[in-house]
């Protein structure tokens, strides 16, 4: 074996090839020529063994080449089928909307931060109450929207497997989404206590939280109205209560005002004091006498058909964004399979 370096490889491929006749059931040697094979079968091995090498080399050349050539051919039919342009289209897309998420999501982290450094709510004095901080929720928000839109932005453009992490995820929030829709609507009989206990709460903290202010200031302007039900009800307030020192006793804040700007241009912050001990008959000159809570819904009721709509967009974008998402990994299954096979396939004529 060691003066004839290619005897074996010839021998190996002559049993591979057996091998594969038989299974084809065609007999290496014809019938009549059984009883002379056997004898002259090691003669006719060394006699052309460099003959048959080559012929050997070039059969499995050619076979490699056709193999290559039919796998090159799966790839390239792939890659110019319509299907292949639309996933293209979808890619990009879905690039382009969850980049634009991503941007979204870091204005509103950075603006959340902003309004937390500008309040000082990092000072040791204040850090007890930043849990109730609006702007910690613009913070959350925006944190949540800018990594799950970089994890979906990265994951199109790799195509890698970060698609189906950011797949699951949207797929939760839109559970989520479905399930709190139900529970509003079950529970709307209750929401009313809800939005009133909530917004009592915050007229405690008015003159507290420049937030809490700034949000009831512009509910009040907004809608034009006073209290959660009626104006009176600023009274639980330390500072308008008429048993109060201080000058805003018996007073509404100055957003209750139907004409808040003195001289048009001027804020009067003192446009609400005393507003408490007017009769209706007399206040409503001054101020606006009807609750909060009455008008924010018949502002609900006026635009349920807009919010009804906007809800079915937001879903509807995260249905689609699921969708681009599925298909795209069904692309990389795909591929995978292909690169597979295609491994496979390119191993086994090598020998």
């Given at each position: 074996?060691g003066?004839f370096?290619?005897?074996?490889?010839?021998?190996?491929?002559?049993?591979?090839?057996?091998?594969?006749?038989?299974?084809?059931?065609?007999p290496?040697?014809?019938?009549?020529?059984?009883?002379?094979?056997?004898?002259?079968?090691?003669?006719?091995?060394?006699?052309?063994?460099?003959?048959?090498?080559?012929?050997?080399?070039?059969?499995?050349?050619?076979?490699?080449?056709?193999t290559?050539?039919?796998?090159?051919?799966?790839f390239t039919?792939?890659?110019?089928?319509?299907?292949?342009?639309?996933?293209?289209?979808?890619?990009?897309l879905?690039?382009?909307?969850?980049?634009?998420?991503?941007?979204?999501?870091?204005?509103?982290?950075?603006?959340?931060?902003?309004?937390?450094?500008?309040?000082?709510?990092?000072?040791?004095?204040?850090?007890?109450?930043?849990?109730?901080?609006?702007?910690?929720?613009?913070?959350?928000?925006?944190?949540?929207l800018?990594?799950l839109?970089?994890?979906?932005?990265?994951?199109?453009?790799?195509e890698?497997?970060?698609?189906?992490?950011?797949?699951?995820?949207?797929?939760?929030?839109?559970?989520?989404?479905?399930?709190?829709?139900?529970?509003?609507?079950?529970?709307?009989?209750?929401?009313?206590?809800?939005?009133?206990?909530?917004?009592?709460?915050?007229?405690v903290?008015?003159?507290?939280?420049?937030?809490?202010?700034?949000?009831?200031?512009?509910?009040?302007?907004?809608?034009?109205?006073?209290?959660?039900?009626?104006?009176?009800?600023?009274g639980?307030?330390?500072?308008?209560?008429?048993?109060?020192?201080?000058?805003?006793?018996?007073?509404?804040?100055?957003?209750c005002?139907?004409?808040?700007?003195?001289?048009?241009?001027v804020?009067n912050s003192?446009?609400?004091?005393?507003?408490?001990?007017?009769?209706?008959?007399s206040?409503?000159?001054?101020?606006?006498?009807?609750g909060?809570l009455?008008?924010?819904?018949?502002?609900?009721?006026?635009?349920?058909?807009?919010?009804?709509?906007?809800?079915?967009?937001?879903?509807?974008?995260?249905?689609?964004?699921?969708?681009?998402?599925?298909?795209?990994?069904q692309?990389?299954?795909w591929?995978?399979?292909?690169?597979?096979a295609?491994?496979?396939?390119?191993?086994?004529?090598?020998?």
């Open positions: 074996m003066r370096p290619s005897f074996g490889r010839f021998l190996f491929f002559w049993e591979r090839r057996n091998h594969f006749q038989n299974r084809e059931n065609k290496l040697i014809p019938k009549g020529d059984v009883n002379n094979a056997g004898g002259t079968s090691a003669v006719l091995y060394l006699a052309t063994h460099d003959s048959s090498g080559s012929q050997t080399s070039s059969t499995l050349s050619s076979h490699e080449e056709s290559r050539a039919s796998s090159r051919n799966v039919s792939r890659a110019f089928s319509p299907s292949s342009w639309s996933d293209y289209i979808l890619k990009y879905l690039i382009t909307s969850t980049l634009l998420f991503t941007v979204l999501g870091l204005v509103t982290l950075v603006v959340g931060l902003w309004g937390l450094i500008n309040k000082e709510s990092f000072a040791q004095e204040k850090i007890s109450g930043i849990g109730t901080d609006p702007m910690l929720l613009f913070m959350f928000l925006g944190l949540i800018a990594l839109s970089l994890m979906g932005c990265v994951g199109a453009l790799r890698n497997m970060c698609l189906r992490t950011f797949s699951a995820i949207i797929l939760v929030l839109l559970e989520v989404q479905v399930l709190a829709v139900a529970v509003l609507y079950s529970l709307q009989g209750q929401i009313e206590n809800y939005l009133r206990s909530g917004m009592l709460a915050a007229m903290r008015y003159q507290d939280d420049l937030d809490l202010r700034f949000i009831i200031d512009e509910i009040q302007t907004g809608l034009q109205c006073c209290g959660a039900d009626t104006y009176r009800d600023w639980i307030n330390v500072y308008f209560n008429c048993s109060a020192p201080g000058v805003q006793a018996c007073g509404v804040p100055p957003s005002c139907i004409d808040p700007l003195e001289n048009g241009t804020w003192q446009c609400g004091v005393g507003a408490q001990q007017l009769d209706e008959f206040a409503q000159s001054v101020i606006f006498l009807g909060c009455g008008s924010i819904s018949r502002w609900i009721n006026q635009h349920s058909g807009v919010i009804v709509m906007v809800v079915i967009i937001l879903l509807g974008v995260q249905i689609l964004t699921l969708f681009i998402t599925d298909r795209l990994l692309k990389i299954r591929i995978k399979y292909l690169q597979t295609f491994y496979n396939a390119t191993q086994g004529v090598q020998y």
